[in-house]
């Protein structure tokens, strides 16, 4: 998982990107880390981290406050880079428009702290193994739709939770702006 990797140039390569940065990460701060978001707009990516909740309830309305934001942003694309506990791993989901993609690298816990050497080699995920509702996070209005406009409501809730002073505060990535909504 430490081998050099050329800059990514293909989707496919940038879910990988993505997955080992996220390993990265874990090494960093010796802890799980939240799940990240990369979106992709026609104005740049944003990162988005949030912290999703045990409770499914509140999982789910996290997830659809981020699709909102992947809708009012007119998301291409977006990858999701997080830990999972079955199987123990570091793995990214990529989602666009035609293309639909996800790898993973298993965790060996021990030793710690945690180095490169903790990580598995990458594996694909079959396809058929990956879940609608997260494939569906990436609004209609990103495949193809008219999209609808967002009401003040809905900014306001935006502006909340990825605003610049938001909970989790959506990082325009190649500036590094905390541009929100």
């Given at each position: 998982?430490?081998?050099m990797v050329p800059e990514p140039r293909t989707f496919k390569e940038l879910v990988e990107?993505?997955?080992?940065?996220?390993?990265?990460?874990?090494?960093?701060?010796?802890?799980?880390?939240?799940?990240?978001?990369?979106?992709?707009?026609?104005?740049?990516?944003?990162?988005?981290?949030?912290?999703?909740?045990?409770?499914?309830?509140?999982?789910?309305?996290?997830?659809?406050?981020?699709?909102?934001?992947?809708?009012?942003?007119?998301?291409?694309?977006?990858?999701?880079?997080?830990?999972?506990?079955?199987?123990?791993?570091?793995?990214?989901?990529?989602?666009?428009?035609?293309?639909?993609?996800?790898?993973?690298?298993?965790?060996?816990?021990?030793?710690?702290?945690?180095?490169?050497?903790?990580?598995?080699?990458?594996?694909?995920?079959?396809?058929?193994?990956?879940?609608?509702?997260?494939?569906?996070?990436?609004?209609?209005?990103?495949?193809?739709?008219?999209?609808?406009?967002?009401?003040?409501?809905?900014?306001?809730?935006?502006?909340?939770?990825?605003?610049?002073?938001?909970?989790?505060?959506?990082?325009h990535i190649e500036t590094g702006e905390m541009r929100g909504v």
């Amino acid at each position: 998982m430490d081998r050099m990797v050329p800059e990514p140039r293909t989707f496919k390569e940038l879910v990988e990107a993505d997955m080992r940065r996220a390993a990265r990460l874990i090494i960093r701060v010796q802890d799980e880390v939240d799940p990240q978001f990369r979106i992709a707009t026609a104005e740049g990516d944003y990162s988005i981290a949030v912290t999703l909740s045990r409770d499914p309830r509140e999982r789910t309305m996290m997830l659809r406050r981020v699709s909102a934001f992947m809708a009012w942003k007119k998301a291409l694309g977006f990858i999701l880079a997080s830990e999972l506990h079955v199987p123990d791993c570091v793995y990214a989901l990529g989602v666009m428009r035609e293309d639909v993609v996800a790898c993973m690298a298993r965790i060996t816990r021990a030793p710690k702290p945690w180095t490169a050497a903790n990580f598995g080699k990458v594996e694909w995920i079959d396809r058929s193994l990956i879940g609608q509702e997260m494939i569906d996070l990436l609004p209609r209005s990103a495949l193809g739709d008219a999209g609808r406009a967002m009401s003040k409501t809905e900014v306001a809730m935006l502006e909340k939770w990825f605003g610049k002073d938001g909970k989790y505060p959506a990082v325009h990535i190649e500036t590094g702006e905390m541009r929100g909504v």
